[in-house]
């Protein structure tokens, strides 16, 4: 249409007999044009609808235990990098705008989803043998979802599960775990808990009021009872400063994070089928947690492991942000100690988009790669985003500030589902840059709910920068 013709009703009206000459067609029968491409109707007149909108359904599961299941998503994968880089729309400049650290640390596509996609269809059609070269592309990299939530903006691929179908794949035909993941395995099978430790996993629990009955358990995890005991401490403090009554395992073990992570689900299941029984013995109508990474495997893996939904668990699962959040929300929760520093929160995977709730899915999928019945797909929004930002808002004296990369789009540093395990040079590299984001941000202090990035921005962070990482925890009691 010429620019001049927007304002000639001639050009509207011609449109409107075109409309008309349209509507005359036989294949439109009806009072309305029905050229909705899913009308049954619209096909050669003898009732037969047309073969480009009649693509017949396959059976279709979301499960990760059969790689096929996961062909459409990988097939359809545009090569956009849209994984890749966070959009413009949300982040100001280059700089610090890419999504993905394992593509950031080495450049090939294979590195990003784009690549482990074309990696999963040529394992799946047998073109592509596994080698020790395929094996670091597929396992050095968090799952951290962030290709995932991007993908599922523009399509609705299942771009974590193929990835986790990948690694379960791995395992199927005998060639992964790797080494370095075998021997935390083996501890963990050893000893039940990560790090192969023998001491008393409760050594941390003085000074702190635990009940031997509850409707509140606290489960605490390998690396805050090891590692971070005063996280575990400073949860059990904010729990009693709220007089809620919390009760701890008799004889608590490793969660199953790293396990499931690296695709062994018969023994990642295992692990989940203990702890859900352990807990639920207690009686425990809810389970707390301070540590991200028990969060998200206990709230979204163990239910896709035991093909229920989140809802069916027997408990509910809560990270300490929600319940001090809350509490602050609800004014029975007062911080009164002015601390002095300039913060951010640091969005961590498995708190944030990692996070919405599991429904299993067996339905078809059919013309567009439509599938029947629908369903609410995971867009990593339901993560908790909020809370720890209301806790940090009401810190006295604090200057609170973000992350250039923040929510949905945060940059993982790599320092948990095994990755920091097998591959510690990119923990290092992909945390070096998230401290590199925090310098150019003015950040004093980074603050995590993920005990495992706080560990790793201490370990590599440079003095000279003036830069330290606290828990949540910590901060909240710091501000008591
Ligand atoms: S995985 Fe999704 S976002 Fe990434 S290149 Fe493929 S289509 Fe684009
Ligand atoms: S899960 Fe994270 S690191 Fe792995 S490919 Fe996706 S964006 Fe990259």
Same mark, same amino acid.
């Given at each position: 249409?010429?620019?001049?013709?927007?304002?000639?009703?001639?050009?509207?009206?011609?449109?409107?007999?075109?409309? $008309?000459?349209?509507?005359?067609?036989?294949?439109?029968?009806?009072?309305?044009?029905?050229?909705?491409?899913?009308?049954?109707?619209?096909?050669?007149?003898?009732?037969?609808?047309?073969?480009?909108?009649?693509?017949?359904?396959?059976?279709?599961?979301?499960?990760?235990?059969?790689?096929?299941?996961? /062909?459409?998503?990988?097939?359809?994968?545009?090569?956009?990098?849209?994984?890749?880089?966070?959009?413009?729309?949300?982040?100001?400049?280059?700089?610090?705008?890419?999504?993905?650290?394992?593509?950031?640390?080495?450049?090939?596509?294979?590195?990003?989803?784009?690549?482990?996609?074309?990696?999963?269809?040529? +394992?799946?059609?047998?073109?592509?043998?596994?080698?020790?070269?395929?094996?670091?592309?597929?396992?050095?990299?968090?799952?951290?979802?962030?290709?995932?939530?991007?993908?599922?903006?523009?399509?609705?691929?299942?771009?974590?599960?193929?990835?986790?179908?990948?690694?379960?794949?791995?395992?199927?035909?005998?060639?992964?775990?790797?080494?370095?993941? /075998?021997?935390?395995?083996?501890?963990?099978?050893?000893?039940?808990?990560?790090?192969?430790?023998?001491?008393?996993?409760?050594?941390?629990?003085?000074?702190?009021?635990?009940?031997?009955?509850?409707?509140?358990?606290?489960? +605490?995890?390998?690396?805050?009872?090891?590692?971070?005991?005063?996280?575990?401490?400073?949860? $059990?403090?904010?729990?009693?400063?709220?007089?809620?009554?919390?009760?701890?395992?008799?004889?608590?073990?490793?969660?199953?994070?790293?396990?499931?992570?690296?695709?062994?689900?018969?023994?990642?299941?295992?692990?989940?089928?203990?702890?859900?029984?352990?807990?639920?013995?207690?009686?425990? /109508?809810?389970?707390?947690?301070?540590?991200?990474?028990?969060?998200?495997?206990?709230?979204?893996?163990?239910?896709?492991?035991?093909?229920?939904?989140?809802?069916?668990?027997?408990?509910?699962?809560?990270?300490?942000?929600?319940?001090?959040?809350?509490?602050?929300?609800?004014?029975?929760?007062?911080?009164?100690?002015?601390?002095?520093?300039?913060?951010?929160?640091?969005?961590?995977?498995?708190?944030?988009?990692?996070?919405?709730?599991?429904?299993?899915?067996?339905?078809?999928?059919?013309?567009?790669?439509?599938?029947?019945?629908?369903?609410?797909?995971?867009?990593?929004?339901?993560?908790?985003? $909020?809370?720890?930002?209301?806790?940090?808002?009401?810190?006295?004296?604090?200057?609170?500030?973000?992350?250039?990369?923040?929510?949905?789009?945060?940059?993982?540093?790599?320092?948990?589902?095994?990755?920091?395990?097998?591959?510690?040079?990119?923990?290092?590299?992909?945390?070096?840059?998230?401290?590199?984001?925090?310098?150019?941000?003015?950040?004093?202090?980074?603050?995590?709910?993920?005990?495992?990035?706080?560990?790793?921005?201490?370990?590599?962070?440079?003095?000279?920068?003036?830069?330290?990482?606290?828990?949540?925890?910590?901060?909240? +009691? /710091? $501000?008591?």
């Amino acid at each position: 249409m010429a620019r001049d013709d927007r304002f000639d009703l001639s050009v509207t009206k011609k449109n409107m007999e075109y409309a $008309a000459e349209v509507a005359k067609d036989k294949r439109l029968t009806g009072d309305r044009y029905k050229l909705s491409v899913i009308d049954p109707e619209y096909g050669d007149g003898k009732g037969n609808s047309h073969g480009r909108y009649d693509t017949p359904r396959t059976p279709l599961e979301f499960n990760i235990e059969e790689i096929k299941n996961f /062909k459409y998503d990988m097939d359809h994968c545009i090569k956009c990098k849209g994984c890749y880089w966070v959009e413009h729309t949300y982040n100001p400049g280059v700089k610090f705008n890419v999504r993905c650290p394992s593509n950031l640390w080495n450049d090939f596509d294979a590195f990003g989803a784009m690549g482990k996609m074309r990696i999963g269809l040529g +394992v799946i059609d047998g073109s592509l043998e596994w080698s020790p070269t395929l094996l670091q592309v597929l396992y050095a990299c968090p799952l951290c979802g962030a290709c995932d939530v991007a993908c599922k903006r523009n399509l609705d691929l299942e771009i974590e599960l193929s990835l986790e179908s990948l690694r379960v794949k791995a395992v199927q035909d005998g060639v992964a775990p790797l080494p370095a993941h /075998k021997t935390a395995v083996d501890k963990i099978i050893e000893t039940g808990n990560i790090y192969g430790e023998k001491s008393d996993r409760k050594a941390w629990a003085k000074d702190v009021k635990v009940a031997a009955k509850a409707d509140t358990l606290y489960y +605490v995890g390998d690396n805050t009872s090891y590692k971070n005991p005063q996280i575990a401490q400073a949860t $059990a403090t904010i729990l009693n400063k709220l007089g809620i009554d919390f009760m701890l395992l008799d004889d608590e073990k490793n969660d199953g994070n790293v396990v499931f992570s690296i695709g062994m689900v018969d023994l990642a299941r295992k692990i989940a089928k203990e702890n859900i029984e352990a807990i639920k013995a207690t009686g425990a /109508k809810r389970v707390v947690v301070s540590d991200a990474e028990a969060y998200r495997v206990m709230k979204v893996d163990y239910p896709k492991l035991l093909n229920i939904a989140t809802a069916d668990l027997g408990f509910e699962v809560v990270h300490i942000l929600e319940i001090a959040a809350q509490a602050i929300e609800d004014g029975t929760l007062v911080l009164t100690t002015p601390v002095d520093t300039r913060m951010a929160y640091h969005d961590a995977s498995s708190v944030s988009r990692l996070c919405d709730d599991w429904t299993p899915y067996k339905g078809e999928r059919g013309w567009m790669g439509m599938i029947y019945p629908g369903q609410r797909r995971r867009r990593g929004r339901e993560g908790l985003y $909020a809370q720890a930002r209301t806790i940090m808002a009401a810190v006295p004296g604090a200057d609170n500030t973000e992350f250039i990369r923040i929510r949905e789009n945060t940059f993982d540093i790599c320092a948990g589902r095994g990755t920091d395990i097998a591959f510690p040079a990119l923990t290092k590299f992909a945390t070096s840059h998230r401290l590199d984001e925090a310098k150019e941000c003015g950040i004093e202090t980074i603050v995590s709910a993920d005990p495992q990035c706080r560990d790793a921005f201490n370990a590599y962070k440079d003095p000279k920068d003036g830069i330290e990482a606290i828990d949540i925890t910590e901060l909240i +009691v /710091k $501000a008591l």
